[in-house]
C-alpha cells in the first residue's frame, strides 16, 4: 500500500512538472515571437530609412507613403479622441436620464402617497358625515316623538291651549313642523 501512495504521489508531481514545463514553453514561444517581430520592424525600419537616404525615386515615394501614413495615424488618434469625448456624452446622458428616471419616480411614489393620504381623509370625512346625518336623524326622530307626546299631553290636558298665546305658537309651530316633515 506504501508504494502504490508513494507511486501516485511521484505521478502526480510528474504531471505537476510537466504541466509547469509546458506553461514555460509556452511563454518562451510568444516571446521568441515577440522578438522576433521586433526584430523585423527594426530591420524593415532600417532597410527604409536607407532607401529613403538614397534620394532617387523610390525613396521619394516612400517618404511620401510614410507621410500619408503619418497623417492617416493623425486623423485615426483625432477621430479615436472624438469618439472616446462622444462616448464620455452618452455615458453621462445615461446617468442623468436614469437620475430624472429615479427623481420621477420617487415624485410619483410622494404624488400617490398624497392622494391616498386624500382618499383616507375624504373616507373618514364621509363616515363622520355619515355618523353625522344618522345621529340628526336620530335627533330628529326623538324630537318629533317628544314634540308628539308634549302636544298629546297638552290636548290630553283638556287645556284651552288657544287662550294661551305661548301654547297656541308652540303647538302651531309643532305642527307646522309635521307637516314639513
Known sequence: ??????????????????QDLQGDKEDLEVSF???MLALQRIQLMDSLRSKADQNDNGSCLILETLNHIVLLGQKI????KQVREKE?????L???????KRAAGQKLQRIQAIIQ???????????DKTKMNENFK???ELTAVIENV??????????????????????????KKGQLQ
Request: hydrophobic letters at 35%; charged letters at 30%; glycine letters at 4%.
Open 33 to 35: 515571437w515577440h522578438k
Open 117 to 127: 393620504n386624500q382618499k383616507n381623509e375624504e373616507a373618514s370625512m364621509n363616515l
Open 77 to 80: 488618434i483625432k477621430s479615436q
Open 94 to 100: 445615461k446617468r442623468k436620464r436614469l437620475s430624472l
Open 88 to 92: 464620455q456624452r452618452l455615458i453621462d
Open 150 to 175: 308634549f302636544q298629546i299631553i297638552i290636548i290630553g290636558s283638556r287645556i284651552n291651549w288657544a287662550e294661551d298665546s305661548s301654547l297656541k305658537a308652540t303647538l302651531l309651530q309643532f305642527e
Open 1 to 18: 500500500p506504501d508504494e502504490a501512495a508513494a507511486h501516485g504521489l511521484q505521478r502526480g508531481h510528474k504531471e505537476r512538472a510537466n
Open 138 to 140: 336620530k335627533e330628529s
